[in-house]
């Protein structure tokens, strides 16, 4: 067994919250017990000799209150120097905390309802719950409800508590938009049979190095039905999942060396006692991969805003804005979404301009751009695995090119991580760029520069595939410039209407090799490599 397997049979990995006011007081966390802080949402943090932690809270049903983002937004001030990030898992993440400071946090956060139990580690994960549920028109089911039953049923219970790995579970309700089930390790996704509301399950998705798209198991599942498969499906994997080595114990692993149809017959007999009911597909997803931006008509007559971070990062100030703008213009509510976006529901009509308006100066509109469908994970800054900078450098991108590409027609997705582990799915984006480095040309031995692969034309919605890796990198420095020139290429020779995935095909991966976008005057008027 690994080292973190033998601890986990050490100490079960919930009690470390009861070994954390012992920390807190000595200012020293047991190194032999290090690892088990995941479970409690906590990590340390780069460099790792400073001591300093980042903290990850999960948020249920992707809902919160006002006086809770306060809250949130309290702990990042006091405690975090001011940062405060949305992650892609409708989570919040704190940095520069000190173990010290871990108990008051956490008590902060449980008058509020929030925990970190769970949050990481080989356990069941935030569930992903549809930032649309009980607003969107469209829905077939408020899938809230069931989210709430799921995060209690099965995330931060000690049954599931010893994974091969860590486990992530979605659950969604607009076929059309959302195709998030794709890269989690169980997506399910609400949809009609005869007039029937039930859910189509899908297991064994995950990216990372070696990326897998989630296969059906070929079922229709009534919604009482969506705890008791979820529990089967995280058993069977606790029981028949791969724990020798670790870069191979992701469900996915076991998904695709037994197939979908043996492991639905494990789950059934095993587990659930009795066989499930066969079924359709959903429908495809045919938006998918970023946020539904903007403002939206709910079902009510109301209408909720879907507002663009910047890669997620957003601080005390911003944060407490919006919790009054929530009060002010919704109904005291906010949401987080899997995209680092942030919602204010409930919005009148005859409110939406002032709304708006408020927004733009705390620089959160609601634009439909490159703003609100670019992500970036936590990168070099704090990430011990990270090869490179991210989030500041997505971030400087993205002001500069915004401007110059607001007419774009459709949504372009980019996706950019720090390193292979694809925390905010590189390989599922129109643009994909993952994070490497290289040995510098004429520099000192031991010396490297930050570089970007690239991932051309991924996506969990219209195309439903991974994106392909192409030949050569894109130098850090010149990030920028390679993705304004593919852009601008797009938007010169599309169609109306045409997607990314769509002009890809169309063109050819040769069009957006590195080397050659890269070359000066690479592309004639014509659009055609020179």
């Known amino acids: 067994m690994s080292d973190i397997e033998t601890l986990k049979k050490e100490l079960p990995p919930f009690e470390i919250f009861d070994l954390i006011p012992q920390y807190a007081a000595a200012g020293k966390i047991d190194e032999s017990k ?14 790792q000799e400073d001591g300093f932690l980042m903290m990850r809270v999960k948020v249920p049903t992707a809902e919160l209150s006002a006086q809770t983002m306060r809250v949130v937004a309290g702990i990042a001030e006091d405690f975090g120097r001011g940062l405060l990030d949305v992650t892609d898992r409708q989570a919040f993440q704190f940095h520069w905390l000190r173990i010290e400071n871990i108990p008051e946090i956490l008590s ?26 009980g607003l969107d028109a469209r829905e077939r089911i408020d899938v809230r409800p069931i989210a709430a039953a799921m995060e209690g049923s099965l995330s931060g219970n000690t049954e599931f508590e010893d994974l091969p790995r860590k486990f992530k579970i979605s659950i969604t309700a607009v076929p059309e938009l959302e195709g998030i089930h794709h890269i989690n390790d169980v997506g399910f996704l609400a949809h009609e049979v005869n007039n029937e509301v039930g859910f189509d399950v ?17 079922v229709f599942i009534r919604p009482d039905q969506v705890i008791e498969v979820g529990r089967a499906i995280a058993g069977a994997y606790r029981d028949h999942g791969y724990r020798v080595n670790r870069k191979k114990s992701r469900l996915k692993y076991l998904i695709k060396d037994i197939g979908p149809e043996k492991f639905r017959e494990i789950m059934e007999t095993e587990y659930l006692g009795y066989k499930l009911q066969s079924g359709p597909a959903a429908p495809v997803a045919r938006f998918g991969g970023s946020d539904v931006l903007g403002i939206n008509p709910q079902r009510d007559g109301l209408n909720y805003v879907v507002l663009s971070t910047t890669v997620g990062r957003i601080d005390p100030g911003k944060a407490r804005a919006l919790a009054s703008l929530s009060d002010r213009y919704g109904k005291g509510v906010l949401r987080t979404t899997a995209f680092q976006n ?48 991210t989030k500041a450098r997505v971030a400087g991108m993205i002001d500069l090119l915004e401007p110059l590409h607001s007419d774009l027609d459709v949504p372009l997705v980019i996706n950019l991580t ?7 799915r590189y390989q599922v984006a129109d643009l994909g760029f993952m994070g490497a480095q290289r040995a510098s040309k004429g520099g000192a031995e031991g010396e490297f520069d930050e570089v970007y692969n690239v991932h051309l034309a991924g996506s969990i919605g219209q195309a439903e595939r991974l994106g392909s890796k192409l030949k050569g990198v894109v130098p850090a420095e010149r990030l920028t410039e390679y993705t304004d020139k593919v852009i601008t290429d797009f ?5 109306p209407g045409e997607s990314f995935v769509e002009y890809a095909d169309r063109m050819g991966q040769e069009r957006f090799l590195p080397d050659s976008v890269l070359t000066e005057g690479v592309l004639d008027k014509a659009g055609v490599l020179a």
């Open 34 to 47: 290090l690892d088990l802080l995941k479970w409690a949402g906590v990590y340390p943090q780069r460099p």
């Open 108 to 133: 902060r956060l449980e008058t509020v309802g929030l925990h970190t139990r769970g949050a990481c580690g080989d356990t069941v994960r935030a569930v992903i719950a549809s930032p649309l549920a």
């Open 202 to 218: 899908w297991v064994g998705g995950g990216l990372g190095a070696v990326a897998h798209l989630a296969r059906r198991l070929g």
């Open 342 to 389: 942030m919602m204010i529901p409930h919005v009148k009509t005859e409110d939406l301009d002032a709304l708006v308006a408020e927004l733009q100066l705390l620089d959160l509109a609601p634009k439909a751009t490159l703003r609100g469908t670019t992500i970036a994970c936590t990168g070099t800054q704090f990430c011990r695995l990270a090869l490179t900078e």
């Open 418 to 424: 720090g390193c292979s582990n694809a925390c905010t």
């Open 491 to 495: 938007k010169a020779h599309k169609t």
